[in-house]
């Protein structure tokens, strides 16, 4: 199991890593989304794997035995926060695309950069 | 063979059969071809995703992923139904 | 005591009172005026009186001020400072009185006097320094007084390049003043005066020496104008006049000199200091009065004149002969007589004539032979005719300059080269008398010029006076403040010396009379040449034009500057992040190299899960999918994105993690929507970009570097997570939540424990994240302008519109609604379901998987699914939310069920949690958790509410925005 | 815990809370009250801050959250350092508030309460003892600042918040990893815990801990604008609507604070002493260097003073990259007028460009909701002109290149003077050497480009209207630069604070006792 | 995994439904690769949302019951919401396809009703 | 009744609801499963959905049947078409069908069956002529599929929706 997610997480941080590092700005915003799953399972995976050991206590379940809570507690907070974030960083790029009329994350075509620095082609 | 066996080998079993079928309706979203049939695969996709919740739960025997299984029966078409009316409108929210 | 309390006094009267000067009117030129004087003349007074005990010894008064550094405020009032005081305050009442007469009228005065006072303050703190520390402090206020008495006149660009330049230059100095007192003050172990100069020694022999010395020599050759630093001087004339007379004579410039007295028992008496300052001073010399022979402008000159007296001074103190200090310090006071009264008569001819081309005067005594003859008188101080004051100090000059020829060559050409610099101040000083005040009567004169009024004439009555009487009789005058400052420096170990104006016929007096003579022929030999020198620009030097240079230096600075920036910086987002994504690897193979690679457990298929690794297998291509068909292909990335999620979702359930796999479940549906609103209003497929070719090949490396940095980050991070999983865990605070989670918090959910209760505080934070980014979508998109290519409606309503148009039996908008028809009905009769499930996972959250923020999500999709389903305008008309009021609501009573605990004693949410015994219904768990969890429901719901709604509004906006268009 | 000033140490961050939900609750339109009740919160915290002064001693404050006890439950610590800051976070805000209220606050929505909010989270994050609430403080502070960098859009805003909000986003993600690889390897997310654990023998897993803590440090060096991290910073606090650049000129010293706290707490001694110290000289020399470089090619004030933040950070970095304590409580010092006075300049750049581009005054779309600030100029109360307000701000102006560049006498010189004293008290090896050139140019890279920048601003004649000064404007330059004036005067009681506020900082056994109880070494 | 202590006949009818379940869905999976045009593989998921729903609903019904000791009837929830939430998104993605395949001018595209 | 119980039908279904997801039932969960089903109506006042007029339960029931008996039959039969065990030849189309029924919520339950049961797709409804574009998956004879649907669904659910 700790193979499989590890690479799983691989995966998703490198896809994110990599859409991150892409011009346009939606391709800015897929690759936060992914490495922000790749990250949170990162943190969880931080308390070790278990399965079937879920931290609710029945009556009778052997506390030692159970999947260790805080990561849990600590995913749970950094997603609400990482969702906040993704909705603003959406929102900031769409205004940036209406003022700047461009969808890349330099608010410019990169050819296009001589024309000025301050002011949008517009 | 006792219950326990039998639940763990049958239901196994029967996961490992979800989750292929759930990935074969991710090769529908990645093949496509057209969009409709991504939104399809994906739609696919959760079901099975949620069916594989319920036979975990089986597997485990706590019950306490009902919940999950059952966001995905309520609101997990909110998604797709996003997607199918962004393909007919053009936006989701007019 | 009294004597302290004088010396106080004195130190801080100038700042006073430039105090009270600034608060004036802008008119008060005669109250400005007699403020300032007076105020300079108090403490003039108040230096004055001390001499007496000057005399017996030291007066020192030490405030505590950064006890910590060893640094206190000591005003320290020996025989040397109170010689350079009395020479700050004399003159600097002189010129106050000299400037009230000299200023305009409309001149806003106070301020000027302002800063002069500030700049008398911070000068004669500076001599009166009684620690290096102060006196660094006072060195830079005097540049930035100087600073801003130089740009007094700042309409004139001269004046404001001039203020720049020496503030530059002097403040560079200062900075390396401060790195050298540091120095100094390691060496000696205290910054304060006294021990530091009874360390002589020790400082001379510490390895330390010389870094110290050319970093205090570096400060005093800036400020004294030195070559080649001297530059920012002459443009520092672009001052008013009387600024100019004041700092060039008795200030300012005498900083750097009385900074190398003051230090030269401690620094001086090596090779080092030798060969510096000498060579500093001779080439200031002779340079200052070669230039000073070609102005026509007669500031000018005087500026010139200025350095290269300045640079005699310097030569003097790096000759390393205590009798040449004693000489040093006699002539800064001879030429702070001379060259004041100089700039005085020069600004009263450019007051009185408008101009101060010598080109374009001549004959001016018949028209002000009370000013000419001060001139005169002064002038001839300066050419060291006998008789005045400035013969006395040359001749010592001379007589130095024979007695320390040494055996190295260079050191053979000194009383040559002394005699020579001699010579040109003849010729100069001949220059300035002749051709100002003699020949023909001038014409053409922008004022018709008289004699000034009386007060303007008195300051320089006084100075020529003190030049007159000091070439006379000067031991009855200068004599005792001599002696006093020699002892100051020397102790008792001062050289002897006589101030008799007649010593005989020997090879001073011969030199002297030689360079009498040399200048006055070269004048006749050349005056005429050197008028018709068209810039002004001295021959050979004309190309060493300082302020070009300066300014070039600047420009290349901050050209360079901003070549580095670029080189080292990087303005492109894309750049950025793949900097920090490389920094983040550098920074975790350093780890690894420094303390050796984690070993990791080796891999091992046995109890895996088959259909785990198939559900990562799943999860794994819709990454990739994601990533690589994010670029043309957007909305298939955003479900492979959403699949990816989904994934993760599973694996939250499969690993016992129930909470999360509903939270992540539920923010998966919400960020599609989300993602989906925002899609709407980004460009269609821009292929029409042209690229060309090289910038295909940039793009192709850069994809390749950003794939091997994505690669990279993964396996690393992918390895991380192995490695830890793969150990055991460490025994952590874990096991103690769990324990407690029942018996302490009343909760058998112990991540929701953990979150409403044991880390409450993190929620608080966390739905305050959610409300201020709430809000800040909300700003933005009230000011939101869609770029003009989406500002349309979709092709698809167009079209659909279009069709339901050409057919008789359809209105428009029916295709939509028919579309809709079923959904719509589902939909709405959902609403109360949902709403109901939200409770169940809020009330439940305690004991099983749910809670306040996967309540409120559920919510927020509820309200989604009605907007979806009926459009923004249908929902708005019946449901009235009010987002941002739910976010304050919300933040408000989870901070109050955080606070109530207050009432009892208790800190800051503490949970309490009993069992309420209800008849019928038995026992009931009564967490006050659960209160502050309904704050998060409610600020959850408004946030996320508020985020889609305000986007999702964009679209009726824009409806509206073409419906108000046609009428524009 | 009975008295209320029991409670002292967690009301910064809850009274922010309270009075910007209240603040939520009203309506849009009363600006008047709102400001009022915003102005009063942040005095109350200085309020707060100055009492906490009071009380703070050698043993750090310790406020239980929940009322569970250290390891566990989340802590507030306050020790001199976080007090200090604290201080310095209420001063600024307080005056930033007042500055806007003059008319910033109304461009845009809800200004108010995200500047409350934004407090709150810098409060806790200078408070908080626990390395994932730091996080969460973190993260409201950023989240609170990516709203006031956006207040007002614009294009540069807009421009510029993208850049920003990405890059601290990726710092947020390189901050959970580093935060939940502390925990996956030490079982423990409190500081004082964590520093007890690794004061213990190191264990063969102690790479994997030191990684977390490289990831986690790269997340603040991001924060605080380290090169090669920190090109973000200029480009947004220039484009920051002056009120909300000077009290962004907070933000990035938390990234400092955290720098110097932990390390001095986690690496001080046991298995991973002097952990990272190398590194952290480099990057802030480097730091320094590139704030240096980027002031002296400045075009305008605001990016003046966005670079003067870096340089001042780096200088803060550089000293703890020493090791040397002196150097480091010089550093401290200095920071605290180099903040103050670059958030002054950041308000006197506003002054100053605001009757020159109009292009600066962004564009409102869309009427109906909007109403612009700047319309309704002539009914506000603060439209009265000071006669003298090109003096003001020229005198301000002046005060400010002094503080920043180092000059004597005031605040900056103070705090320079002490680093290169105690680096000369030191070892001087090299590095040493270097630091103190390097500071010294550094110094004079600051005075020129400010001196040309006055000069443009103030003496070049020019068809522009000169600037004006609202009473509230001129009350918040005041109010700053009177405190780098008083810091001045009394920097020798300024000096010892940092100097025992280092002295706590470095006793962590102290540290870890007050935070976790008796019973512990 | 599991420590209930469910009869063997009660497992193995789990297991049955289970296994039954899972295989409907699967093959609605297989059609959804298998068949070639969008009309008809949007028939195929039908299967899982159906009669693999109900299976495996039935399973955890059952399982659950045996396992309390009383009747769990909650799983039924999922059934009931599903039923009614999948066709709202077919109904729309069909009429998508249809109206995207009527503008593109598609051989395959649907006639008017 | 209607002010202070606005949908009883739909307060029934959430309390059932609220007990099926906290069972065991006790009388707590009853208490606030009467309140949820109370009180959550109460939200639906705002949206104001067209009222739902249900009768003759036998019908429903009888309906019920019939579409639980024709789910699994069709679910076999799209199983074997994908699995390629049917005979020979197969025709998808689309078959349009003219609708009486009316009724926003008849229709809506028809597109849930029609839909449900594998092997037919709702695809097009237009209001304005009543028509129903179906896809069939295993389209052997159109105009038995015109009957089964409107013989099978419709007319019970016209019964209902009246």
Known sequence: MELVLSLGIGVLAASGVWLLLRPRTFQAILGLSLLTYAVNLFIFAMGRLKVGAAPVLASGTDAAGIADPVPQALVLTALVISFALTALFLVVLLAARGVTGSDHVDGQEPGRREQGLGKSGR | MSAPLILAYGLGLAQAMLVLAMALAAWRVLRGPRAQDRVLGLDTVYLNGMLTIMVHGLRTGDGLSFEAALVIALLGFAATLALAKFLMQGEVIQ | MPAEFLLVTAALLPFLGSVAVALLPRDARNAAALLAGGVTLAALACIGALFTHVGAGTVVRTFDWLPTLGVGLTLRLDGLAWLFAVLVLGIGALVVLYARYYMAAEDPVPRLFAFLLAFVGAMLNLVLAGNLIQLVMAWELTSVFSFLLIGYWYDNRAARDGARMALTITALGGLCLLAGMVVIGRIVGSYDLAVVLASGDAIRSSPLYLPALVLVLAAALTKSAQFPFHIWLPRAMAAPTPISAYLHSATMVKAGIFLMIRLWPVLAETDAWYWIVGTAGMATMLVGAWSAIFQHDLKGLLAYSTISHLGLITLLLGLNSRLAVVAAIFHTVNHATFKASLFMAAGIIDHETGTRDMRRLSGLWRAMPHTATLAMVAAAAMAGVPLLNGFLSKEMFLSEAVDNVGDHPVQLALPVLATVASAFTVLYSLRFIRQTFFGAPPHDLPHAPHEPVRWMRLPIEVLVLACVAVGLVPNLTIGPALEVATRAVFGNGGPDYDLAIWHGVNAPLALSMGALAGGVGLYFAFGRRINTNPRGGPWLMHRLDGGFLFERTMTGLVRGARWFERMFGATRLQAQLRTLFLVALIAGLSVALARGWPTLAPPSLAGIDPAFALLWLVGGACALGAAERAKYHRLSAVMLTGGAGLVGSLTFVWLSAPDLAVTQLLVEIVTTVLLLLGLRWLPKRDEAIVVTQQENRRARRRRVTDFVVAATVGTGLASLAYAVMTRPAPEGIARWFVEAAYPQAGGRNVVNVLLVDFRAFDTLGEISVLGIVGLTVFALLRRFRPAADSLERPRQQLRQEAADRARADREVGDTAADALLIPTVVITWLFPFVCVFALHLFLRGHDLPGGGFAAGIALTIAFILQYMARGAQWVEDRLRIRPIAWIGLGLLVAGLAGAVPWLFGRPFLTATFQYAEVPILGKIPMASAVAFDLGVVVLVVGASVLMLVALARQSLRRAREAAAEPEA | MSAWSDHLLVLPIVLPIAASGIMLLLDERRSGLKAAMSLATAAALLVVALALAAQVTDAPLIYRLGNWAAPYGIVLVADRLSVLMLLLTAVLGLFALVFAVARWDRAGPRFHALFLLLLMGVNGA???????????????????????????????????????????????????????????????????????????????????????????????????????????????????????????????????????????????????????????????????????????????????????????????????????????????????????????????????????????????????????????????????????????????????????????????????????????????????WAFIFLLTVSSLGTLVPLVRLGILGFWVPHDDPDPVIGPLEFTALAGLLGICLGLSLWGGTGLAYTDRAVEGLSNAAGYIHAVLGEGTP | MTDTDIPLWAACLVVALALGGAGFSLIGAIGLIRLRTFYERVHAPTLGATLGMALIVAASVVFFSMDEGRLVLRDLLIGLFLTVTTPVTLILLGRAATYRDRTEGNADAPPDP | MSRLLPHPLLSLALAVMWLLLNAPVTPATLLLAGLVGWLVPFVMLALRPDAVRARAPGVILRLAGTVLVDVVRSNIDVAKVILGLNRGERRTGFVSIPLDLRDPYGLTVLSIIITGAPGTLWVQYESATGRLLLHVLDLTDGDDWVRRIKDRYERPLLEIFR
């Not at chain 4, 003892?129 to 730091?134: A, K, Q, S, V, Y």
């Not at chain 4, 000077?246 to 001694?269: D, E, P, Q, T």
């Not at chain 4, 319309?375 to 003001?392: H, N, Q, Y």
């Open chain 4, 126 to 432: 200078f408070l908080t003892g626990d390395l994932f609430n730091l996080f969460v403080f973190f993260e409201v502070m950023l989240a609170a600042s990516y709203g006031l960098v956006l207040h007002g859009s614009g294009e540069a805003r807009i421009r510029a918040g993208l850049a920003y909000i990405a890059v601290n986003l990726i710092a947020s993600l390189f901050f959970l990893v580093g935060v939940s690889l502390i925990y996956g390897t030490m079982g423990t997310l409190n500081m004082a815990d964590l520093a007890r654990r690794l004061s213990g023998p190191g264990s063969e897993d102690v790479v994997l801990v030191e990684a977390g803590c490289a990831v986690l440090g790269l997340a603040f060096l991001i924060k605080c604008s380290a090169w090669p991290l920190g090109f973000w910073l200029a480009p947004t606090y220039a484009a920051a609507s002056a009120p909300a650049a000077a009290v962004l000129a907070i933000l990035s010293k938390v990234g400092v604070y955290v720098v110097v706290r932990l390390s001095l707490l986690l690496f001080g001694a046991g298995v991973s002493e002097g952990f990272g110290q190398g590194w952290l000289f480099a990057v802030g020399l480097a730091t320094v260097a590139y704030g240096t470089l980027g002031i002296l090619g400045v075009r305008d004030v605001m990016r003046a003073a966005a670079y003067a933040v870096m340089i001042s950070s780096g200088t803060v970095l550089g000293a703890l990259g020493t090791g040397n304590r002196a150097a480091l409580s010089g550093a401290l010092f200095y920071l605290v007028g180099s903040t103050l006075a670059a958030a002054a300049l950041f308000l006197l750049g506003e002054i100053l460009q605001r009757g020159r581009d109009p292009a600066a005054a962004s564009l409102a779309v869309f009427a109906d909701e909007y109403r612009d600030p700047f319309d309704d100029e002539g009914a506000t109360e603060t439209g009265r002109v000071i006669p003298a307000a090109s003096a003001i701000a020229g005198g301000a102006f002046l005060l400010c290149t002094l503080m920043l560049a180092g000059l004597p006498p005031l605040a900056g010189f103070i705090g320079k003077l002490a680093m290169f004293s105690g680096l000369a008290a030191g070892a001087m090896p090299g590095s040493a």
